[in-house]
């Protein structure tokens, strides 16, 4: 949907004519304005038209049916990917996607491996969590969670991520609160630094995934750019300014970033109040192999005899491609 058409055709409608399309279309969920009976005819067929909110897509369901992936064909005929992932404690989070491919090239993503081809319009971002808050409705249940972790660098796309969060926080809208949404990055400095400056509580991931400049540089080879001392500064002031926790999710990956050693040099940079880290099972993408559970373990222990706040995040989606690092948009 073409959003500046969709705010200019109710600039010449009495102003509530707004707020009752917002609610039809973000809390109805309404698939196709010829459903929201409350607008004049005439205006639903010019919505119809020209601001259109059917989505094409095809899904797909993991066999424990706890993942849900859903490939959305964009107007231009790319395709993107977005993940629901509906947890046992009745969370549903919805990992969305900011760019077709990714211009970063991590060594251990499929998406980077796709190359990019360009950034989401808002309305694309938008579009993805509309998919699935409509299938959720009809097993009655709602998005609870946001999480920008899909394909492509939110802050190389920064406008339009702010736009669509602002979008769904919207109380006349979706009206999901602003904790609820997450945005992960590499650590592009500039997007971290505005984000500090915006009045939003959201919350900011660093993909840090190596202990060392050396090692980074070889997972990511941004990390020439932002190297480790320059995000953590970043970081530093971030959390002066907003008081909010910071999460570093760190991919564990065999006999490549999970010694004793790497614990240790990790929990030296970790051990800062509002820190936390996460450590995340690799997903197999055919590059490296996730380091055994007893290594998880061990390195976990040892960031928290250091002190470190730390967290293991369980796996989604691994069969049907929909984990961390496996999102490729392959036309099927
Ligand atoms: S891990 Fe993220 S930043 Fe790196 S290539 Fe993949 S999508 Fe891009």
């Given at each position: 949907m073409d959003l500046i058409q969709f705010q200019k055709l109710f600039k010449k409608e009495p102003k509530y004519r707004l707020g009752q399309a917002k609610k039809a279309l973000f809390q109805d969920l309404i698939q196709n304005w010829q459903t929201a009976k409350v607008l004049p005819l005439s205006l639903r067929e010019e919505l119809n038209k020209e601001c259109s909110i059917e989505i094409?897509?095809?899904?797909?369901?993991?066999?424990?049916?706890?993942?849900?992936?859903?490939?959305?064909?964009?107007?231009?005929?790319?395709?993107?990917?977005?993940?629901?992932?509906?947890?046992?404690?009745?969370?549903?989070?919805?990992?969305?996607?900011?760019?077709?491919?990714?211009?970063?090239?991590?060594?251990?993503?499929?998406?980077?491996?796709?190359?990019?081809?360009?950034?989401?319009?808002?309305?694309?971002?938008?579009?993805?969590?509309?998919?699935?808050?409509?299938?959720?409705?009809?097993?009655?249940?709602?998005?609870?969670?946001?999480v920008f972790m899909g394909m492509g660098e939110p802050f190389l796309n920064y406008q339009n991520v702010i736009e669509a969060i602002k979008i769904l926080n919207d109380k006349e809208g979706f009206n999901l609160g602003a904790r609820h949404f997450s945005i992960s990055t590499v650590g592009i400095v500039e997007g971290i630094e505005e984000l500090a400056k915006e009045k939003l509580q959201i919350?900011?991931?660093?993909?840090?995934?190596?202990?060392n400049d050396e090692l980074r540089s070889k997972l990511m080879p941004i990390n020439k750019?932002?190297?480790?001392?320059?995000?953590?500064?970043?970081?530093?002031?971030?959390?002066?300014?907003?008081?909010?926790?910071?999460?570093?999710?760190?991919?564990?990956?065999?006999?490549?970033?999970?010694?004793?050693e790497e614990a240790k040099t990790l929990a030296r940079l970790m051990k800062k109040p509002l820190y936390f880290v996460n450590l995340i099972s690799y997903n197999p993408t055919g590059i490296f192999k996730p380091s055994l559970s007893s290594r998880i373990k061990k390195f976990k222990e040892i960031l928290e005899k250091e002190g470190v706040a730390v967290t293991q995040r369980y796996r989604f989606g691994e069969d049907i491609e929909a984990a961390c690092g496996q999102l490729v948009a392959k036309p099927r």
């Open positions: 094409s897509e095809k899904t797909f369901i993991s066999k424990d049916k706890n993942t849900v992936k859903a490939l959305l064909t964009l107007e231009d005929g790319l395709k993107v990917e977005t993940v629901l992932m509906r947890h046992k404690d009745k969370r549903n989070t919805v990992c969305v996607s900011s760019q077709v491919g990714c211009p970063l090239d991590c060594s251990f993503c499929a998406t980077g491996k796709m190359g990019f081809k360009r950034s989401l319009e808002a309305w694309e971002i938008v579009e993805q969590v509309l998919f699935f808050a409509r299938y959720l409705k009809k097993i009655k249940e709602r998005i609870t969670n946001i919350n900011l991931a660093i993909s840090l995934h190596a202990p750019k932002y190297p480790i001392k320059k995000i953590l500064n970043a970081i530093d002031d971030y959390i002066e300014k907003t008081r909010r926790r910071v999460m570093f999710e760190y991919i564990m990956i065999r006999d490549l970033n999970d010694s004793e």
